[in-house]
């Protein structure tokens, strides 16, 4: 009856052990390494690099309808836009608001891409990965430094890659 009280109790401390290690490897994982740093930096600046190259074109595309006629008279379709009244008033054609009409999708499909590519970038465990994702999405939402480490982080990528874009277009004039 000893022994098996003993063995009880031998049984009962390796099950708090094993708890406290199970407990003390959740808290570890909830720490956040400079390679997921990195990773979630990464992920962020790629998003941001594709989203400013079709900013770009949208921006072109504004600036050079032939049937809009430049970014004024789009932004008083803009205003106008959804309010037959307004419309009217601004004496809106009909060729305005089919070439207004096509901005509209172009930016609808943008949104489309950007979250499809940061979506797939982060299901993506090789490059980020959805914990990891979430654990440093959480983080920054609950701790100012971790917030801080990781625009930190994404500002050096946009730096880095920027200045790599300069090279480029040096090399590129250099021809």
């Known amino acids: 009856m000893k022994r098996l009280f003993v063995l009880a109790i031998l049984l009962a401390g390796l099950l708090n052990v094993n708890a406290y290690a199970q407990t003390e490897a959740e808290a570890?994982?909830?720490?956040?390494?400079?390679?997921?740093?990195?990773?979630?930096?990464?992920?962020?600046?790629?998003?941001?690099?594709?989203?400013?190259?079709?900013?770009?074109e949208l921006?072109?595309?504004i600036k050079n309808n032939e049937t809009i006629e430049g970014a004024g008279r789009y932004n008083e379709i803009k205003a106008a836009w959804g309010d037959d009244e307004k419309m009217e008033a601004a004496n809106v054609?009909?060729?305005?608001?089919?070439?207004?009409?096509?901005?509209?999708?172009f930016m609808e499909e943008l949104a489309k891409e950007v979250r499809e590519l940061k979506t797939n970038i982060i299901m993506d465990k090789d490059q980020l990965g959805a914990a990891t994702y979430n654990k440093i999405n959480k983080a920054m939402k609950e701790d100012p430094e971790v917030k801080e480490k990781v625009d930190t982080k994404i500002a050096e990528k946009k730096e880095e890659r920027e200045a790599r874009s300069g090279e480029e277009s040096d090399a590129t004039d250099a021809e």
């Open 28 to 56: 570890n994982s909830d720490e956040i390494t400079e390679e997921e740093l990195e990773k979630f930096a990464a992920m962020e600046d790629s998003v941001m690099a594709f989203y400013e190259r079709k900013n770009e």
């Open 59 to 61: 921006v072109d595309m």
């Open 93 to 105: 054609t009909d060729e305005e608001k089919e070439a207004y009409q096509e901005i509209l999708d």
